[in-house]
Nanobody, 116 residues
Framework: QVQLVESGGGLVQPGGSLRLSCAASGFTFSTYAMRWYRQAPGKEREWVAFIPATGAYTQYADSVKGRFTISRDNGKNTVYLQMNSLKPEDTAVYYC?????????WGQGTQVTVSS
């Protein structure tokens, strides 16, 4: 069955880094665009980053531009989110999302907490 499994979250101090991974299975990963979203307590889920199926370019929310990098390895069916210069306001549950036409899949999320 379709699975998206995020990992790599945790507790990090402000200014630190984390690398999130999202391992996909059960569908043809290389034909799907991938996105990262996040949801902070009491807030709506917000889009963070996008990479197309080919990985030809990337797009970012203004709040993370210059600090986060999305990448993918179609040979490993995995998408990554490298997060640098983390801020307390980056604290959220991070979700990966696969999309192709009207089809979307979601992972279960991984918690990222930025605190001293």
């Amino acid at each position: 069955q379709v699975q998206l499994v995020e990992s790599g979250g945790g507790l990090v101090q402000p200014g630190g880094s984390l690398r999130l991974s999202c391992a996909a299975s059960g569908f043809t990963f290389s034909t799907y665009a991938m996105r990262w979203y996040r949801q902070a307590p009491g807030k709506e889920r917000e889009w963070v980053a996008f990479i197309p199926a080919t990985g030809a370019y990337t797009q970012y929310a203004d709040s993370v531009k210059g600090r986060f990098t999305i990448s993918r390895d179609n040979g490993k069916n995995t998408v990554y989110l490298q997060m640098n210069s983390l801020k307390p306001e980056d604290t959220a549950v991070y979700y990966c999302n696969a999309v192709r036409d009207a089809i979307q899949y979601w992972g279960q999320g991984t918690q990222v907490t930025v605190s001293s």
